[in-house]
């Protein structure tokens, strides 16, 4: 059972756009959802997270937007850039003490020139 | 650079061997969990270990095992290898300051590539 879905699987946007990845979960137990970089032969990184206490949250050109009624989040890339060409993991986990997180599949991000 | 290293960055296996890898988790972290990432597909959880006790475990079977040694440094053991444990085995270290509180972060290594054939 697939508790993290995560949308698209691949996208393409022109340099300067705007990317925008979703992810919706089942478990409603979960409350720490982290999205995740990961470059060819490297690691995840963590790129932002969010607590459902709050409904969005900005880093720089990274938002995490989260509707809890609707139990789905998603991060948008402002002014996206060639340098930003990685695949995107959405995460979730349950409980203050885990670092049992439960991720998507993965969205394949192109930022074109 | 994470500061969490891997061994062996790739190796080629048989199907009903064993296979151990290694981690070194960053300084000062005393928590190390193990994902296992197919082609193509999100990590998914194996176990994690905190202060050399295994403490949470994904759906994987007893044929996957670990340890965490006195340096938080970790293995992880696969016995009686398959061909569907071909994947990217990595390792994520981060700290806790109790069984139950994390602070957030896990930092990733860059993985070890199992092929099994």
């Known amino acids: 059972q697939q508790q993290v879905k995560q949308s698209p699987q691949s996208l393409i946007v022109q340099k300067g756009g705007i990317s925008i990845i979703n992810c919706a979960y089942e478990?409603?137990?979960?409350?720490?959802f982290p999205w995740y970089q990961q470059f060819p032969g490297k690691g995840p990184a963590l790129l932002i997270a969010?607590?459902?206490?709050?409904s969005e949250k900005k880093e720089g050109r990274f938002t995490i937007s989260f509707n809890k009624s609707a139990k789905q989040f998603s991060l948008h890339i402002m002014d996206s850039q060639p340098g930003d060409s990685a695949t995107y993991f959405c995460?979730?986990?349950?409980?203050?003490?885990?670092?049992?997180?439960?991720f998507g599949k993965g969205t394949k991000l192109s930022v074109i020139p | 650079e994470t500061g969490v290293t891997q061994s062996p960055t790739h190796l080629i296996k048989t199907r009903g061997q064993q296979v151990t890898l290694r981690c070194s988790s960053q300084?000062?972290?005393?928590?190390v969990s193990w994902y296992q990432q197919a082609l193509g597909q999100g990590p998914q959880f194996i176990f994690q270990?905190?202060?050399?006790?295994?403490?949470g475990r994904g759906n994987f079977p007893p044929r996957f095992s670990g340890l965490q040694f006195p340096n938080y440094s970790s293995e992880l053991n696969v016995n009686a290898l398959e061909l569907d444990d071909s994947a990217l085995y990595l390792c994520?270290?981060?700290?806790?300051?109790?069984?139950?509180?994390?602070?957030?972060?896990?930092?990733f290594g860059e993985g070890s590539r199992l092929t099994v054939l």
């Open positions: 995460a979730a986990a349950a409980g203050a003490g885990s670092y049992q997180l439960t």
């Open positions: 300084s000062g972290h005393n928590t």
């Open positions: 994520a270290s981060s700290t806790r300051t109790g069984p139950h509180l994390n602070t957030g972060e896990l930092f």
């Open positions: 270990y905190y202060r050399e006790e295994e403490n």
């Open positions: 969010i607590r459902p206490d709050v």
């Open positions: 478990n409603t137990a979960f409350d720490y």
